[in-house]
């Protein structure tokens, strides 16, 4: 009786853990432009970059900067990259935050022997 009370309180406390964790979780927004580039990839480049926005949904702006960082140089003081690595191939998926606990995905590209990357 004992391990069945206590499976049915981890259980509750599981479900209540995950309650609070959805609610501080952040929305993220697809641009179009982000949204036709995802879909022109391949399988495998779909579920890493999907992955690493998973993460980014839940840590918002504290995700590391290995996984993310500030895009030096841009127009827009608070414009993000979030830094994929898939195959080999540095991918880059442009983003930034707004007030409402949202991110936004604006673009992405493949970084690759790309010294101009940035300036596109």
């Not at 927004?29 to 579920?47: A, H, I, P, S, T």
């Amino acid at each position: 009786m004992t391990a069945i009370a206590f499976i049915n309180y981890s259980l509750y406390s599981f479900y209540k853990l995950q309650l609070i964790m959805d609610e501080s979780m952040w929305t993220i927004l697809f641009g179009k432009v982000f949204e036709q580039w995802l879909l022109e990839q391949d399988e495998g480049l779909q579920d890493k970059v999907l992955a690493d926005l998973l993460n980014l949904q839940k840590y918002g702006p504290r995700l590391p900067r290995t996984y993310a960082d500030t895009v030096k140089g841009s127009r827009y003081n608070h414009m993000k990259e979030l830094r994929i690595q898939y195959a080999g191939r540095p991918i880059r998926a442009f983003f930034a935050f707004d007030p409402v606990r949202q991110a936004i995905v604006l673009c992405a590209g493949d970084k690759s022997n790309d010294k101009a990357f940035y300036e596109k």
